[in-house]
């Protein structure tokens, strides 16, 4: 029978850790089809393919040269299809590079693509579930074609210690045949690095509510208390405070954090299609009223200048007690 | 230059979104369609093109019912210079089959850049750009926040976690858009008033399926009752001590 692909993602040589959700993913379903899970890496070389048996990788595909330390579309395309033969699935992140590389094999493949996959099952056709209409339904869709290339989010699937063996494999890595389409030259990194807040455990955003600029930093340093990630709504976002990437909601990032604090955010409809999937969420809003708090499993209400300040404190004296 | 912008309806944001009497689709009746948000930064963008060109002719193409005509005036009445709808009943969320009917139809056109948004708010697929690139084999760049375009070479640069990806690439290519690379602008009066004039031309097409069926359409669970612990700083305490103890999430 064949195998299921997961095409893992690398960062500096070193697999991330949203690739090993994306292996229990494939393992949950190879175990329910009775096939092996085969992971894919595509890295420069020197890639640490280390331990990914233990996440459920019976054998480790490596595609290794230092022309593929940046993601380079084109080519990672080419080299996961090619890579993905007659698999009966492959499975992606849905981080910025598998929601490029994802569409790219199914259209390579000739095969069907979803992305957002929250659940997955069978045994012969696959059926899964995935939001639509920002979340606002579930559409769940059966598909009857192989091999199929499904994407998940991240934080939808633990990853599970499966302490399969993991061998690895070297594939060839095509020289580039086609002329170069398009190359990644170069990626800018800010000077301190930040947690994405679509990758981060914990995320703290602040709203409207916060009425200066300069007043934004009781939201980072809760953020920065947590070990979590800083949000923002679109409102301060397009008012300049913020930078888009930390924009959370439809036309921002979807998040599905542990714990999701919403600072002075009223609860937009927009907003609660990037957060409403967050496993526990607190708002800190002054209006009793705000829609926020319909989805808030815990909520403040007060002043988010005199709140805020008071959590960091005291979850500072949590984690140093 | 030529460029195509790709253009889908789909319910405004702010729409109730009900489930129909099959389980399988939504109500339509009563609800509110728009031109889909992030093709609105791609139809800006074939503007801007244009614009700093000095010339140029901007195409929008939909595919979709008779219904989508509506959605492609708004392009036209931004500026946009003609339409083509592809006339095609689409059923479940099915990207290959719209990107290789979409790929048949830009071939013929032999466009210089093609626009997308980066997905559709209806489906959220996030897809039928880069399957259209790899169908015709052209370069791509998807969610792109930034575009410079010189001499038949583009620098596009792409948000990723932790940074910023700059892809260089060579016309003709495929680009979809990311929010923040533009203001889209509101169509002026002038501008819808042109736009009823403006050609918009009808194609029947047929949809090749890829082998997918949406089987039921559900409303997401509800949370579970959240609680308001109390008010003010003074609450915090009760607070931490739930998200500690209750949540065990700290
Ligand atoms: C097509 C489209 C896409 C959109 N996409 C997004 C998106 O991706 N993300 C997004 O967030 N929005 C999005 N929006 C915008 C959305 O509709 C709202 O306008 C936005 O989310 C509001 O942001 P906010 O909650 O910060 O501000 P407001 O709605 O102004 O809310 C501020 C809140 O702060 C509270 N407050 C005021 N003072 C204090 C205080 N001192 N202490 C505590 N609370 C206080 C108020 O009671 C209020 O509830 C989109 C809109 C459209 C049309
Ligand atoms: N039916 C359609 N007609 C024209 N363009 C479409 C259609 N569906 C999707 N697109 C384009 O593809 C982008 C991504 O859509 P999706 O992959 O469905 O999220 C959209 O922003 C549009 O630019």
Known sequence: ?321 | MKIAVCVKRVPDTEARIKVGGDGKSIEESGVKFVLNPFDEYAVEEALKLKEAAGGGEIVVISLGTDANQETMRTALAMGADKGILLKAEVTAPDSLAVAKALAAELKAGEYDLVLFGKLAVDDGCHAVGPMVAELMELPCVSSISSLEIADGKGTAEREIEGGIEVVEFSLPAILTTEKGLNEPRYPALKGIMMAKKKPLETKEVTLEGSGVELTALAYPPERKEGRIVGEGPDAVPALVDALKNEAKVL
Request: one cysteine or more.
């Open chain 1, 1 to 321: 029978m064949a195998a299921i692909l997961a095409v893992l993602e690398q960062r500096n040589g070193e697999v991330k850790r949203v690739s090993h959700e994306v292996l229990s993913a494939a393992r949950s379903l190879a175990d329910g089809m009775g096939v092996e899970v085969h992971a894919l890496v595509i890295g420069p070389g020197g890639t640490n393919v280390d331990g990914l048996g233990a996440f459920g990788a019976d054998k480790v595909l490596v595609a290794a040269d230092d022309s593929l330390q940046l993601y380079q579309a084109h080519r990672y395309a080419y080299i996961a299809a090619s890579a993905a033969g007659d698999c009966s699935a492959v499975l992606i992140a849905g981080t910025s590079m598998g929601r490029d590389l994802g569409p790219r094999i199914a259209a390579r493949m000739g095969a069907p693509y979803f992305n957002d996959v929250k659940s997955l099952e069978g045994s012969g056709e696959i059926s899964i579930t995935r939001p639509m209409y920002s979340g606002k339904a579930i559409a769940t869709v059966k598909i009857t074609a192989s091999p199929c290339v499904l994407s998940v989010p991240p934080n939808a699937f633990a990853p599970v210690e499966a302490g399969k063996a993991g061998a690895v494999e070297e594939v060839a890595v095509p020289e580039a045949v086609e002329p170069a389409r398009a190359t990644t030259v170069n990626v800018k990194e800010p000077e301190t690095a930040v947690l994405d807040v679509s990758e981060s455990a914990i995320v703290v955003s602040g709203g409207r509510g916060i009425k200066e600029e300069s007043d934004f930093k009781v939201v980072e340093e809760l953020a920065a208390a947590l070990n979590g990630a800083v949000g923002a709504s679109r409102a301060v976002v397009d008012n300049g405070w913020r930078s888009h990437s930390e924009q959370v909601g439809q036309t921002g990032k979807t998040v599905s954090p542990n714990l999701y604090i919403a600072l002075g955010i009223s609860g937009a409809i927009q907003h609660l299609a990037g957060m409403r999937g967050s496993k526990v969420i607190v708002a800190v809003n002054k209006d009793p009223d705000a829609p926020i708090f319909k989805v808030a499993d815990y909520g403040i209400v007060g002043d988010v200048m005199e709140v805020a300040p008071r959590l960091t404190e005291e979850v500072k004296k949590l984690s140093e007690g």
